[in-house]
């Protein structure tokens, strides 16, 4: 049974720092893509960060308004997926989703994933 377990969101002025983690358990496939996404309220849910994984070769991509900003990684020793998020702005303000997905070797990720975390709240104040 797979499951994704978030944590770290909170309350931060414009400017700071904020990391969220993503325990990631029973995820069996050697391709796959974990990402993370974002919904404010009112808008559609959006892909901020993904990390593409075809064997051991891994790929990170970063929606362009959070590109330099924040960083995505996956620690395999703990099965975490991490979202280090600095110089956060009030239009960061968000529930944020981690999620996981079986891909094809040397395929784009699929456009719904499987496995998704519970959703954490990140709210940013000007």
């Known amino acids: 049974q797979v499951q994704l377990v978030e944590s770290g969101g909170g309350s931060v002025q414009s400017g700071g720092s904020l990391r969220l983690s993503c325990v990631v358990s029973g995820f069996p496939y050697k391709n796959y893509c974990m990402g993370w996404f974002r919904q404010a309220p009112g808008d559609e849910r959006e892909r901020i960060a993904v990390?593409?994984?075809?064997?051991?070769?891994?790929?990170?991509r970063y929606k362009d308004s959070v590109k330099g900003r924040f960083i995505a990684s996956l620690e395999n020793a703990n099965n975490t997926l991490y979202l280090q998020m600095n110089s956060l702005k009030p239009e960061d303000t968000a529930t944020y989703y981690c999620a996981a997905g079986r891909k094809a070797y040397l395929l784009d990720c699929p456009a719904d994933y499987a496995f998704w975390g519970q959703g954490t709240q990140v709210t940013v104040s000007s």
């Open positions: 990390i593409e994984a075809d064997g051991s070769a891994r790929t990170v």
